[in-house]
């Protein structure tokens, strides 16, 4: 007489991220509903080429599957501190996981790694919070999403009446869209507009990276007058989504409403793209951008940016709202561009 006994369960393990493990990976982020764009494994890639930070991506595997991911950046400053974030130079992260059990070794992985590196916090980027004992919630920034439809003239319709007057009058100044396959345009409106809000600019190598990485899930869209460049803006496309991620203009779009009509030219190309969700990111509560995006009559939904105390004892403040910064940008605003391009690099590299 012969008896069977089942084979126990394997035991779930957690791994670090490696080179041969990428597809599995976003193979894993690309099923899980509940995973962004910017849980890919190339901003593991990203990060560490154009800034040199240390990355930690754990992953739970368990029967040879994987579980349950994280992406972790430490970024030490003299300026801004010292911590590990899920996921700098993205507005999403934090834990995916199938179950409890892997997210709970994902988030013990997380906080003893902050423990070991002495960082003052532990953040991660979530969408919704997810109620963490002993976690702060900063309610700083928030997301505007919108289902749009497949048909041009409802979206224009859905657009509030003054809004949808700049709209048309972008097209009435014969404004047109080009597509480009580098970032040479794309970076020379980006770094003049960002210099006009007294921001930092990103190294134009971080731009290229991402053109490189993502290849056609990046589209670089360069508004245009009679040739001359108005507006710019690199969205990432991801499942029905896409999300204008970096934009900025040259001071003649105020003239001809680049921006405006920056934003609708995408809509209606994302629509033929098959689109059926225009995310028009995040924005600081209280600035322009926040108000541009309401205008359009999107509805700001706050996002659950979480943190974990470790040597530090208050919460980060490091963006241009904080009053010690109004000096800086005042007389960053006074730079010469090719001096704000040279110098931003090194201090925005610590923001994250």
């Given amino acids: 007489m012969s008896s069977v006994v089942d084979a126990a369960p394997a035991v779930a393990t957690l791994k670090l991220l490696t080179p041969a493990d990428h597809g599995r990976w976003d193979a894993f982020v690309r099923a899980a509903p509940q995973a962004t764009f910017f849980h890919l494994a190339a901003w593991q890639t990203l990060i560490q080429r154009c800034y040199g930070h240390k990355t930690w991506f754990y992953y ?110 972008g097209i009435k100044c014969g404004l047109a869209a080009e597509i480009d396959q580098t970032v040479d345009r794309f970076f020379h409106i980006y770094a003049t507009s960002v210099l006009r809000l007294g921001t930092p600019v990103f190294p134009k190598k971080y731009f290229a990276l991402i053109k490189e990485l993502f290849g056609e899930q990046c589209e670089i869209r360069i508004i245009v007058k009679d040739g001359e460049p108005v507006a710019g803006v690199m969205s990432f496309f991801w499942r029905d989504e896409v999300l204008p991620y970096y934009g900025g203009s040259m001071p003649i779009a105020r003239d001809v409403a680049g921006n405006d009509f920056m934003y609708w030219n995408l809509m209606e190309a994302s629509v033929e793209r098959g689109v059926r969700l225009f995310d028009f990111g995040r924005s600081k509560i209280g600035t322009g951008a ?50 704000a391009n040279l110098l931003g690099p090194h201090i925005v590299r610590s923001l994250g």
């Fill in 290 to 339: 926040y108000d541009f995006k309401k205008n359009w009559g999107f509805t700001a939904t706050p996002l659950a940016y979480e943190y974990q105390m470790h040597a530090a004892t208050e919460l980060p403040d490091n963006n241009p709202l904080n009053p010690k910064y109004q000096l800086f940008i005042k007389l960053w605003k006074r730079l010469p561009l090719p001096l």
């Fill in 60 to 169: 739970v595997e368990q029967d040879g599957r994987i579980q349950g991911i994280l992406g972790l950046c430490e970024i030490k400053s003299r300026l801004f501190g010292h911590s590990l974030s899920s996921l700098p130079f993205c507005v999403h992260g934090g834990v995916v996981a199938l179950n409890d059990g892997a997210r709970a070794m994902l988030d013990a992985a997380a906080s003893k790694l902050a423990d070991d590196l002495g960082a003052g916090h532990l953040e991660y980027r979530n969408i919704e919070p997810t109620g963490k004992p002993g976690w702060h919630v900063k309610d700083l920034y928030v997301t505007f999403r919108k289902a749009i439809s497949e048909n041009h003239e409802e979206n224009m319709n859905a657009i509030p009446r003054k809004q949808r007057a700049m709209v048309r009058k």
